[in-house]
């Protein structure tokens, strides 16, 4: 655990973890295109999922390595990451299952996404997050699967599209999970050690 812990406070790593969540968030951002050219204006900042949980977690880095903490953006990080990430890893799985072909791009996206819910939660003992930075993420999830499910704006999967309300209902728990993972590793891990 001291030796993960040594790796995750390094200087050098944090700033290569900084570069590839920048790049990452850029390209995701760019894989969004075609969906955001679409997307009327009004969607455009609840369409990117994964590419905004990534720009927390840069934000995050950026201060962190500095020596500060941001807690509404590390709530933000540590929920959106966890969740965005299982999420996609679960889309390109589901695909694969009902016949699709995901190719090479989505096994890299699920490598990506899985590595994007793992680091969120490991540096869950170095937030500063309580309980209303929390609330804040819960509502911006959960207000954001309303956006994707209700007004139909969820990440285009064209061989998922027949399972959008089992996947919209799948959505919904995956954030209240997430939202409950992130308060035990954060407010409720805290208080045990007060």
């Known amino acids: 655990m001291k030796m993960l812990s040594y790796i995750l406070l ?3 790593f944090l700033i290569l973890l900084f570069m590839i969540n920048f790049l990452g968030t ?10 955001l050219e679409i997307t009327p204006p009004i969607f455009i900042p609840f369409v990117p999922d994964s590419p905004t949980a990534s720009l927390f977690f840069t934000i995050f880095l950026l201060f962190f390595i500095f020596g500060k903490n941001i807690p509404y953006i590390e709530a933000l990080a540590i929920v959106s990451l966890f969740k965005y990430g299982v999420w ?5 799985l589901l695909t694969v299952a009902t016949g699709g072909n995901i190719g090479e791009a989505g096994y890299m996206l699920i490598a990506s996404h899985l590595g994007m819910a793992i680091q969120g939660l ?15 993420a819960g509502i ?9 499910y209700v007004f139909g704006q969820m990440p285009i999967y ?4 027949e399972y959008m309300n089992e996947i919209g209902y799948f959505t919904f728990w995956l954030s209240v999970v997430s939202v409950l993972l992130a308060y035990y590793l954060t407010v409720h891990k805290k208080q045990r050690h007060i």
């Open 10 to 12: 390094d200087k050098k």
């Open 26 to 35: 850029i390209y995701g951002y760019y894989w969004y295109g075609s969906q």
């Open 88 to 92: 996609a890893v679960v889309m390109n």
């Open 122 to 136: 490991l540096y869950a003992p170095y937030y500063k997050i309580k309980l209303r930075h929390l609330t804040l």
């Open 140 to 148: 911006v999830v959960l207000h954001n699967d309303i956006i994707d």
């Open 158 to 161: 064209s061989d998922l599209t």
